[in-house]
Nanobody, 122 residues
């Protein structure tokens, strides 16, 4: 079993930046893909980014590409999401995920964190 805990959420002004962290416990996830999803009220859970556990290849959702950067530190069993140039459209609960592949689909994700709220004020 893998437990995930996100941190780093909060309120930020439009145009600002924020970094989320996701710490995994229970076993090492260095060989797994780690990723991030988000869900705004009334909307489906959306893929944000994923990073491979094999070669650190990164994949991004269309709406965040070139603004967000995913990374990982296997020694700390941790993934990060650096978010820049934030807009009100980025307001959502952000969830950490662990799965076999970095191009994750929500209905196939093996492990989820409880989520952290990100609110972008305009």
């Amino acid at each position: 079993q893998v437990q995930l805990v996100e941190s780093g959420g909060g309120v930020v002004q439009a145009g600002g930046s924020l970094r989320l962290s996701c710490v995994a416990s229970g076993r090492t996830v260095s060989g797994d893909a780690m990723g991030w999803f988000r869900q705004a009220p009334g909307r489906e859970r959306e893929f944000v980014a994923g990073i491979s556990g094999i070669n650190d290849s990164a994949y991004y959702g269309r709406s965040v590409k070139d603004r967000f950067t995913i990374s990982r530190d296997n020694a700390k069993n941790t993934a990060y999401l650096q978010m820049s140039n934030l807009t009100a459209e980025d307001t959502a609960v952000y969830y950490c995920a662990v799965d076999r592949v970095p191009t994750m689909m929500a209905h196939q994700v093996q492990y989820w964190g409880p989520g952290t709220q990100v609110t972008v004020s305009s």
